[in-house]
C-alpha cells in the first residue's frame, strides 16, 4: 500500500472557526510532511515529523497547530486563519527519519477555502 | 540560501514533439528527485538520481543528473497528452538529512492534441 489519505479533500472555514486536517499513512514510514502549495507554485514545506517528533517548523504562524499521534497519523489544526490561508494542504512521508534520500509520497490534498 | 532553479516555467507543445526541463541548484546537491502535478491532483515521485552523471529511463522519459551534481534535466520523446503536467525538480538542503526539500519552481507543459 503506497498511498497516503486525507481527510477533508475540501474545507470552507471562516476566520473565527476551529478546524482540523487529517493525514494517515500505512506504508510504515516514520517521517511525514506538511505542505502548503498556492496556484502555479511549489509545494512550501510547513512542518516535519521524524519518529513522531517535530523536527522542522519553518517559522509557520502559531494559528497552525501540528500534531502526530503515531506513526501512522498527522494532524493539522487550524484556528483564526486568514483568507491568505486558503491553498492546497498536503500531506507526505517517507522512509527513515526525514532524510532527504528517500522520495516522499504524497496524499490528494485538502483545498482550504477561508472566508 | 540555497536555490533550485527551473526552466522553462511553460511548454506547449503538439504531441509528438519532444519537451525537456532543465534544473539547476546553487549548490552541489547529493541527490536530486523529479516530481509530476498532474491539473488538479498531488505531485507524484517519478525518480531519484544520486550518482554523478547518472542517467536513467522509464519509457519516454530520461532523466539526466550533471557531472558536478549542480544541474538535472528531463527529457520526454514524442510527448502524449498523458504527459500534460507540473514536473518540479527537487533537491536536499545542504549535506544535512532532515528530509527538507527545496522544490524548483516547476514547469508546467501543455500538449496539444
Known amino acids: 500500500d503506497t498511498e497516503v489519505t486525507q481527510t477533508p479533500k475540501h474545507l470552507v472555514m471562516g476566520m473565527t472557526n476551529k478546524k482540523s486536517l487529517k493525514c494517515e499513512q500505512h506504508?510504515?514510514?516514520?517521517?511525514m510532511y506538511w505542505y502548503k502549495q498556492k496556484a502555479k507554485k511549489p509545494p512550501e514545506l510547513m512542518f516535519v515529523?521524524?519518529?513522531?517528533?517535530?523536527?522542522i517548523n519553518e517559522s509557520v504562524p502559531s494559528r497552525f497547530s501540528p500534531e502526530c499521534p503515531n506513526s501512522s497519523l498527522l494532524n493539522l489544526h487550524l484556528h483564526a486563519l486568514q483568507p491568505e490561508d486558503s491553498a492546497l494542504y498536503l500531506c507526505?512521508?517517507?522512509?527513515?527519519?526525514?532524510?532527504?534520500?528517500?522520495?516522499?509520497?504524497f496524499g490528494p490534498g485538502t483545498r482550504l477555502t477561508v472566508t | 540560501g540555497q536555490q533550485v532553479m527551473q526552466i522553462p516555467q511553460y511548454q506547449h507543445v503538439q504531441e509528438g514533439e519532444d519537451f525537456t526541463t532543465y534544473c539547476n541548484s546553487s549548490?552541489?546537491?547529493?541527490?536530486i528527485q523529479w516530481y509530476k502535478q498532474r491539473p488538479g491532483g498531488h505531485p507524484v515521485f517519478l525518480i531519484q538520481?544520486?550518482?554523478?552523471?547518472e542517467v536513467k529511463k522509464q519509457k519516454r522519459l530520461t532523466f539526466q543528473f550533471g557531472e558536478a551534481k549542480k544541474n538535472s534535466s528531463l527529457h520526454i520523446t514524442a510527448t502524449q497528452t498523458t504527459d500534460v503536467g507540473t514536473y518540479f525538480c527537487?533537491?536536499?538542503?545542504?549535506?544535512?538529512?532532515?528530509?527538507?526539500?527545496?522544490f524548483g519552481q516547476g514547469t508546467t507543459l501543455q500538449v496539444k492534441p
Open positions: 506504508m510504515g514510514h516514520r517521517a
Open positions: 507526505a512521508s517517507s522512509m527513515a527519519g526525514g532524510q532527504g534520500y528517500y522520495e516522499q509520497y
Open positions: 515529523y521524524s519518529y513522531e517528533k517535530l523536527s
Open positions: 538520481l544520486v550518482k554523478s552523471g
Open positions: 527537487a533537491g536536499p538542503l545542504g549535506s544535512s538529512n532532515t528530509g527538507k526539500l527545496i
Open positions: 549548490t552541489t546537491l547529493s541527490n
